[in-house]
């Protein structure tokens, strides 16, 4: 079953950090693109960060100079670190593949994140 399982959420103080994990079902080392998506209740989902196949990587400017992407092939997992944590960053992650324009896999549960004091 081609599946991603998203973890790492959780509650943190503003100012802190988090590093988020999305293990995949299979090989994403052919995938050419693996992303983070965040969606907030009743708003469209928002892509957060990307790496491409070759490890080029890219953020939304709301996250730039906070958030780093990363991807280790051998484990087919994607990793979001999340540092400098603003309570506006609260909201379900998830992640996904992109291959050829399409999205890879059905979207899984997502892992909260709750940045508050």
């Known amino acids: 079953q081609v599946q991603v399982v998203e973890s790492g959420g959780g509650l943190v103080q503003p100012g802190g950090s988090l590093r988020l994990s999305c293990a995949a079902s299979?090989?994403?080392?052919?995938?050419?693109?693996m992303g983070w998506y965040r969606q907030a209740p009743g708003k469209a989902r928002e892509l957060v960060a990307t790496?491409?196949?070759?490890?080029?990587?890219n953020c939304a400017d709301s996250v730039k100079g906070r958030f780093t992407i990363s991807r280790d092939n051998a484990k087919n997992t994607v990793y979001l670190q999340m540092n400098s944590l603003k309570p506006e960053d609260t909201t379900v992650y998830y992640c996904?593949?992109?291959?050829?324009?399409?999205?890879?896999?059905?979207w899984g549960q997502g892992t909260q994140v709750t940045v508050s004091l």
């Open positions: 996904n593949g992109v291959q050829r324009g399409v999205l890879v896999y059905p």
């Open positions: 299979g090989s994403i080392f052919s995938i050419d693109i």
């Open positions: 790496i491409t196949r070759g490890g080029s990587t």
